[in-house]
């Protein structure tokens, strides 16, 4: 069993270090099981902010880069800067438009450029920098352009029927804190945030995939515990036979439960586009 901080402090570990390293047999699979879930929502907010030709975009956080790739291929951008800490997943296939670099967007020196669209998803609820990349991020939009960015609200508060399901998310939300640091709790402030970063206007949306045994999301929850199983345990609040009984529930027609909704905010950056 690996050692945690215990209390309230967030943990002093790194998403793909502590947890979810990459070089994990399968870890691509399961972040692409994330993306089937969400990239249709993404994209169709891409799509109403008339996200299109001409425009240069920032992809950050970008995985497996799907994302990217479909800002490519279905929204036909003239071109996508694909950035993480670990590039693996997205070396493996690349695609004329698609620059990658390996990068930490809290490194006071990362300064990639402007571009009209920069967008982060599931990235910043794991930094406790979160504040400051806010930040930095408007920083990197063009005048004229939008900075997106989503990231998972928590329906399993203690009002949630008691489920199998909700008893182990509450222990993974539990485990993320202390092992990296994971604060959703900040999420729907959001908007708030974007408009002190000097954008305007400002708005979000939410969305909450359906919990469909077999789906992509319920998918994605039960290979997230298994691998973060250890930590979970060792909160204190599961055991391993709750975290199996919870993955047998997510995958029977007996699972009626809400996932976590993804909260997506968008602000504008005054100006003009060049």
């Known amino acids: ?9 967030p943990g002093e570990g790194r998403y793909g270090e502590a947890v979810f390293p990459p070089e994990r047999a399968g870890e691509g699979e399961r972040i692409d099981f994330g993306a ?7 994209m169709a907010r891409f799509h109403a902010l008339g996200v299109g030709p001409g425009w240069r975009c920032l992809d950050v956080g ?4 799907t994302v990217s790739r479909r800002l ?4 036909g951008v003239t071109g996508v800067l694909a950035v993480d800490r670990d590039v693996r997943f997205l070396v493996e296939r690349p695609v004329t438009g698609l620059d990658v670099i390996e990068a930490d967007v809290t490194d006071p020196d990362f300064d990639p450029g402007r571009f009209r669209l920069v967008h982060a ?3 910043l609820m794991h930094l406790p920098e979160r504040d400051r990349v806010i930040s930095r991020l408007a920083e990197l939009v063009e005048p004229g352009g939008v900075l997106v960015l989503s990231d998972a609200v928590d329906l399993t508060s203690d009002r949630a029927p008691g489920t199998p399901y909700t008893t182990v998310m509450r222990a ?3 485990a993320l804190r202390e092992t990296i640091g994971t604060d959703v709790s900040w999420v729907p402030s959001y908007p708030r945030l974007l408009r002190g970063a000097g954008l305007v206007p400002v ?3 939410i969305h909450v995939p359906p919990l469909l045994a077999g789906s992509p999301i319920s998918r994605f929850w039960a290979d997230t515990w298994e691998r973060s199983r250890a930590p979970m345990v060792a909160t204190g609040l599961v055991d391993d036979p709750a975290v199996d009984a919870a993955i047998r529930y997510l995958g029977s027609d007996d699972c009626a439960a809400l996932s976590a909704g993804m909260l997506t905010a968008w602000g504008w950056k005054p100006g003009e586009s060049p």
Request: proline fraction near 3%.
């Open 203 to 205: 708005a979000a949306e």
């Open 1 to 9: 069993m690996i050692a945690v901080p215990r209390g309230d402090a």
């Open 172 to 174: 993974m939300w539990q």
């Open 62 to 65: 970008a995985g497996t880069g």
């Open 72 to 75: 490519l291929d279905e929204a």
């Open 36 to 42: 089937l879930a969400y990239d249709d929502i993404t």
């Open 121 to 123: 998803r599931f990235v």
